[in-house]
């Protein structure tokens, strides 16, 4: 132990006689070096909580439609008492606005005519709803991320169909999950197009719109952030 000591003592004396060590330029050089980085992260710090509440908006909104998924699929009741097709949720830009959509409860066509169990899945009374949302649905959520998370909002809705068709710029959709005999129908509608193979809801940064984050779902329930 004393020689470890003994030893590095006369390395030290060594290096200050050397005059080993940082000169004043050195140092003022790392100090501008680490003030150009701080000044390059508080610069940028705006953007960076912007790309952050993005990626948050988008994520809630994908946990929204695999809620309403879920809860179709489990056969949930609305409020623990009404009896519903599904759950869904719409979107609506003219209406609700880009920075808000519902999660809603899919009200049965004809509820006298069906089974609590839900085992008459077809025909005319059966206990199917309309698979989209109307005045007549139940409204279970109004998620609105404008106070939360300023600065984002939805962008488009893009509908995509087989053979490479596209139909972009439709201002709302119901993304609708239905199921029957515990099998899991997915449908996406709107009142602008037809019934497409999967739709994105495009969220985007409010100051640039070039800046986006993508939902994607389709109509086997692939529900995917992109």
């Known amino acids: ?5 003994k030893k590095h003592k006369i390395k030290l004396r060594l290096f200050i006689k050397s005059g080993a060590g940082f000169t004043t330029t050195e140092l003022l050089v790392v ?7 701080l000044i390059v ?14 990626s948050r908006v988008v994520y809630k909104f994908d946990q929204d439609l695999r809620k309403a998924q879920n809860l179709a699929l489990s056969a949930s009741e609305y409020q623990g008492t009404e009896v519903v097709a599904g759950y869904g949720v719409k979107i609506d830009l003219n209406n609700l606005g880009r920075k808000k959509y519902n999660i809603y409860a899919d009200k049965i066509t004809n509820l006298a005519n069906c089974n609590s169990n839900k085992t008459n899945c077809s025909g005319v009374n059966s206990c199917s709803g309309n698979e989209e949302n109307d005045t007549l649905d139940y409204l279970v ?8 998370e300023p600065g984002i909002i939805i962008k488009e809705i893009i509908f995509l169909y087989g053979g490479g068709g596209i139909v972009a710029g439709v201002t709302n959709a119901s993304i609708n999950f239905n199921s029957c005999d515990l099998l899991l129908r997915t449908t996406i509608t709107s009142s602008e197009a037809g019934p497409p193979n999967s739709a994105e809801i ?4 409010e100051s640039d719109l070039t800046n986006t984050r993508t939902v994607l779902v389709n109509k086997a329930g692939l529900i995917k952030v992109k």
């Open 41 to 54: 992260v508080v610069s940028n710090f705006a953007q960076i909580r912007l790309q952050f509440s993005l």
């Open 202 to 205: 495009v969220f985007a940064l």
């Open 31 to 37: 100090i501008a070096i680490i003030i150009f980085l």
């Open 141 to 148: 959520d109004t998620i609105d991320f404008s106070q939360t």
């Open 1 to 5: 132990m004393f020689k470890f000591i």
